[in-house]
């Protein structure tokens, strides 16, 4: 008898939290007064879902955390998403009261940070934000201490501005952008233009390798010569093998020397390249002969 044994096996998926539960888990953790962990969870949500809330929540965590510069950007921001449709919180005027109250006394300098020109639409970032955390040019609590502003904008290069709190006596700073170099202008050069400033060793090679070339076939017809006359007798073979062979090797020598420097002659010619020459005699007898080129 033949038993069938079928096997099921069940997968569970594990579905990525949505807006809403990241949201949740944030307020869970702001109860438990772990405020930066719940700033993360509340910022997941609001990369997944932007809205007026997440961005009133990040702005009442940071409170929290008494971090007024972040608090006052996000409780901005809070303000430039709420619609009809996506209200403020209920208790967005008691933070407001609340951090305004609390600017008042922190120890804390009001800076105005103006971007030239004024409609590059630029967002900034303090070098202690973290890098999510841009605004639009406007004014800021920051504390005492060394601070970087970074502002960016579509079109222009980067600009950096630095400032340093040492008191609560207000500051103004203009970061200037500048608009990248153009590139220069492409030219294209005509089909029936030749490069200018072409080597003048294309034309060199290529007559001195015509030249050696038709030596070469000159040493060629010698050699035809005397290898049929080497095959009259015995005789003739004594006269005549001596030269047939010096004229084998020098019609080889010429061809394959004359080939090489003309076709390499030709290619200079048609490019924009430089040329070096080389040669040396070699101890068997005979020269070498050393063509090296450039852009």
């Given at each position: 008898?033949?038993?069938l ?9 594990y ?5 809403p ?13 772990r405020?930066s962990?719940?700033?993360d969870?509340?910022k ?6 932007p809205?007026a ?11 929290r ?6 608090a006052e950007?996000f409780l ?11 209200p403020?919180?209920?208790w967005?005027p008691?933070?407001e ?6 600017l008042a006394t922190a120890?804390?300098?009001?800076v ?13 970032t303090?070098s ?5 955390e ?15 502003i ?11 501005a630095e400032?340093?709190?040492e008191?609560?006596d207000p500051k ?7 608009k990248?170099?153009?590139?220069p202008?492409?030219?294209e050069l005509?089909?029936?233009q ?7 060793w294309g034309k060199?090679l ?6 050696i070339g038709?030596?070469?076939l000159?040493?060629t017809?010698v050699?035809?010569?005397e ?9 003739d ?6 030269t ?5 090797i ?6 394959a ?6 076709i390499?002659?030709?290619?200079l010619?048609r490019t924009?390249e430089?040329?070096s020459v080389?040669a040396?005699?070699l ?5 070498m002969?050393?063509?090296?080129w450039t852009?």
């Amino acid at each position: 008898m033949l038993a069938l044994v079928v096997l099921t096996s069940a997968s569970v998926a594990y579905a990525e939290p949505t807006a809403p539960e990241l949201q949740a888990e944030g307020e869970q953790l702001a109860k438990d007064s772990r405020f930066s962990e719940a700033i993360d969870k509340f910022k997941a949500a609001d990369r997944l879902q932007p809205t007026a809330g997440h961005a009133c929540l990040i702005a009442l965590a940071y409170t929290r955390r008494e971090l007024w510069p972040q608090a006052e950007i996000f409780l901005a921001r809070c303000h430039e998403r709420a619609t009809p449709q996506d209200p403020l919180p209920d208790w967005v005027p008691v933070a407001e009261q609340q951090i305004a109250d609390r600017l008042a006394t922190a120890n804390a300098a009001p800076v105005t940070i103006d971007v030239s020109p004024p409609n590059a639409k630029a967002l900034l970032t303090v070098s202690s934000f973290a890098p999510d955390e841009t605004f639009a040019p406007r004014t800021i609590h920051l504390p005492p201490g060394h601070h970087e502003i970074l502002a960016e904008a579509v079109g222009y290069e980067p600009a950096r501005a630095e400032v340093i709190i040492e008191s609560k006596d207000p500051k103004r700073v203009t970061i200037t952008l500048d608009k990248p170099a153009p590139p220069p202008p492409h030219r294209e050069l005509a089909t029936d233009q030749q490069p200018q400033h072409q080597s003048p060793w294309g034309k060199r090679l290529l007559v001195g390798g015509l030249v050696i070339g038709g030596a070469g076939l000159v040493a060629t017809g010698v050699m035809s010569y005397e290898y049929y006359a080497a095959k009259k007798s015995a005789a003739d073979y004594d006269s005549h093998i001596d030269t047939y062979r010096t004229t084998r090797i020098a019609a080889i020598s010429l061809l394959a020397v004359g080939g090489g420097l003309a076709i390499t002659g030709y290619l200079l010619h048609r490019t924009d390249e430089h040329a070096s020459v080389a040669a040396a005699p070699l101890p068997e007898g005979g020269a070498m002969i050393a063509v090296g080129w450039t852009r």
